[in-house]
């Protein structure tokens, strides 16, 4: 799970070009196997032991000036995850605001290399909304997505990992995405998923930091938060 690209800047969720080049050649010549959630979606095996699903989120443009280059260079697959509310504007739920992809941008993505799904409307936590305002953003994400074209496909991925986890909200929170036709929800958790995946609306994703060397990414990669 990345965020933010930056040409030197690596800390937190912001990590340096060099810093990302360095992980996804890693990738590359380690012989993983990337994968949009929609391929995820028609399998029931995979054909290989390296597999890997590479996200971003909040769309922003650094992700295109930076991310998609390298994607395209070593012929690797990633998410972007919208905030539909922020399309074209800023991400002002932090102090230090940077400039998200409009939908023109967005719509021209290539989809080989970039698939397209949610992350929510309003960037809010979803544990901290009652049901009907859960209900309402996503009415709204549909609605700016509809209105402008966007190809999202029905995965979601919950702002800042959160999500109700006490039954029976969490249940009741489950069964609304299935309502909406959503096909998979995708947390935090740091640890490695096994597929077909346990719980699809509770897919786990590593965070990667921008401080991390590669040998801690390495390590993450094979291990999650276990080590």
Do not use: C
């Not at 290989?48 to 012929?75: C, H, M, R, W």
């Not at 940077?98 to 799904?117: F, Q, S, W, Y």
């Not at 995405?177 to 995946?197: A, K, M, S």
Request: net charge positive; aromatic share 14%; proline share 5%.
């Amino acid at each position: 799970m990345y965020h933010k690209v930056s040409a030197e800047e690596s800390k937190g969720l912001t990590i340096a070009s060099e810093r990302l080049e360095a992980q996804f050649r890693f990738l590359a010549e380690n012989n993983y196997r990337s994968y949009h959630l929609s391929e995820l979606a028609n399998l029931q095996k995979l054909p290989q032991k390296k597999n890997i699903v590479i996200t971003f989120d909040d769309g922003y443009v650094s992700q295109l000036e930076f991310a998609v280059p390298l994607l395209k260079k070593y012929n690797l697959k990633a998410t972007f995850f919208i905030p539909l509310k922020y399309v074209g504007g800023t991400d002002d739920w932090n102090e230090v605001t940077a400039t998200i992809m409009d939908a023109d941008t967005l719509r021209a993505l290539n989809p080989m290399t970039v698939e397209l799904a949610f992350h929510s409307y309003a960037h809010k936590k979803y544990n901290q909304l009652s049901p009907d305002e859960r209900e309402a953003d996503t009415l709204k994400a549909f609605n700016v997505a509809s209105k402008n074209a966007l190809p999202l496909g029905p995965y979601l991925a919950y702002p800042y990992g959160k999500f109700p986890r006490k039954d029976p909200e969490k249940t009741q929170f489950f069964q609304r995405l299935e309502n909406h036709q959503f096909i998979f929800g995708l947390r935090i958790g740091n640890r490695l998923n096994t597929f077909p995946f346990l719980n699809p609306f509770e897919i786990q994703r590593i965070d990667v930091k921008g401080q991390w060397k590669l040998k801690k990414f390495r390590r993450k990669l094979k291990y999650g938060n276990l080590i």
